[in-house]
């Protein structure tokens, strides 16, 4: 079986409706009211007619995929290497690379008839726990409140909010943010764990002393953790933070292969990592993070929303200790998952193995309304 085509296109839909329907109008995710549903795809094909997907694609996906013509598709770690290595594009390229190296392991998965997780060695968790990301829901606290109690009451054990307000916003958006909080702990009660996110509020504009300010203030409610309460390049600052505060800190879905989070884990400031398979370097390098990450006894909760139908995999390949969490965007994922025939969802706040071979989807035809290739 030899690889014939590496095709990158987007995909347009719908108007948007419903979940996928945002209540927050920061950094750019305004209300979707009259937006269609848009999303980016590679798709590798074979002369044998097996195909792997893989969510994302750019003009670099699709220039970099030409070097995969004429290869076997199910030499995955060899392909990694050849698209990686004697170039010094590397860091420029590894996004690219990690798009196809998804779309290669769900060729794999359908070229053997199992799911990915299977072809790791999975499933070594019977199911997953995951968190809710409520990215979407308005942060005014009686709303969070509400909103946090429903999704409670369906099962979730823990939820990600996302603060509104950063250091340009002074004490009265601090108030803000810590009201936000207190409103969630009432509603959930202390057995439910809380992750703090800093996107909505724009962490660049984070200084240090605010950074610790707020999570001082923030401690009484027992974050399970503060997701890049900074600029996620400023190292230093985050370990400096580390020591200021008794709340874990989570990031590193901004970092790239094993060498770069090599560098976190010996910095010693994040409790928690975040790699995203479509950045960090696909299934094949995310492999490689989580063995290391093992070493370090740092957990690996991999940033998923548009990556989650594959990141999961790499979940269920994984014992609790090494993955002991899902992430799950409510509103996130009725975006990202609307062009599939399927829509996978935690169950009770767990998630179930994956069905069918490969990553278990496949795109929906009949919601596709315009498609525009993509090429070098």
Not at 88 to 100: D, F, G, K, P
Not at 306 to 326: I, K, N
Request: proline share 7%.
């Amino acid at each position: 079986m030899k690889i014939t085509a590496v095709r990158v296109f987007r995909v347009e839909g719908c108007l948007r409706s419903g979940m996928a329907l945002f209540e927050t109008p920061r950094l750019g995710l305004a209300p979707y009211e009259q937006t269609p549903y848009r999303a980016a795809f590679t798709e590798i094909e074979t002369d044998a007619g097996l195909t792997g997907l893989s969510y994302g694609g750019s003009r670099m996906t699709a220039a970099v995929g030409q070097e995969l013509i004429g290869e076997d598709p199910l030499a995955v770690e060899f392909l990694w290497h050849k698209l990686h290595t004697g170039t010094y594009m590397r860091q420029e390229r590894m996004t690219a690379i990690s798009v196809l190296d998804l779309a290669l392991w769900d060729l794999a998965g359908k070229a053997r008839g199992e799911p990915v997780y299977r072809l790791l060695g999975g499933p070594v968790q019977p199911r997953v726990r995951a968190y809710a990301g409520m990215l979407g829901y308005a942060t005014e606290p009686e709303r969070a409140a509400q909103v946090s109690a429903e999704t409670v009451a369906q099962g979730f054990t823990a939820l990600k909010w996302y603060l509104a307000h950063n250091a340009a916003d002074g004490d009265k958006g601090l108030n803000r943010n810590v009201a936000l909080i207190r409103a969630v702990r009432e509603a959930v009660g202390d057995d439910v764990d809380i992750m703090v996110d800093w996107l909505l509020a724009d962490p660049t504009e984070n200084s240090l002393l605010y950074a610790i300010k707020l999570a001082r203030r923030l401690e009484p409610f027992h974050p399970a953790w503060i997701e890049e309460p900074l600029p996620f390049d400023a190292q230093d600052a985050h370990a400096r933070l580390a020591r200021a505060t008794d709340i874990p800190l989570a990031y590193g879905e901004h970092f790239q292969g094993r060498w770069q989070i090599k560098q976190l884990l010996d910095l010693g400031a994040a409790s928690v990592l975040q790699p995203d398979p479509i950045n960090a370097g696909g299934i094949t390098e995310m492999r490689k993070i989580m063995a290391l990450a093992s070493v370090y006894g740092v957990p690996v909760i991999p940033h998923g929303n548009e990556s989650g139908r594959m990141a999961v995999h790499l979940q269920f390949a994984h014992p609790a200790y090494v993955s002991p969490l899902c992430e799950w965007g409510i509103k996130l994922n009725a975006n990202a998952q609307h062009f599939y025939t399927d829509f996978y969802a935690p169950v009770d706040g767990y998630f179930e193995p994956p069905q069918g071979p490969g990553f278990g989807y496949a795109l929906d035809e009949r919601k596709i309304e315009r498609r525009i290739e993509i090429t070098p």
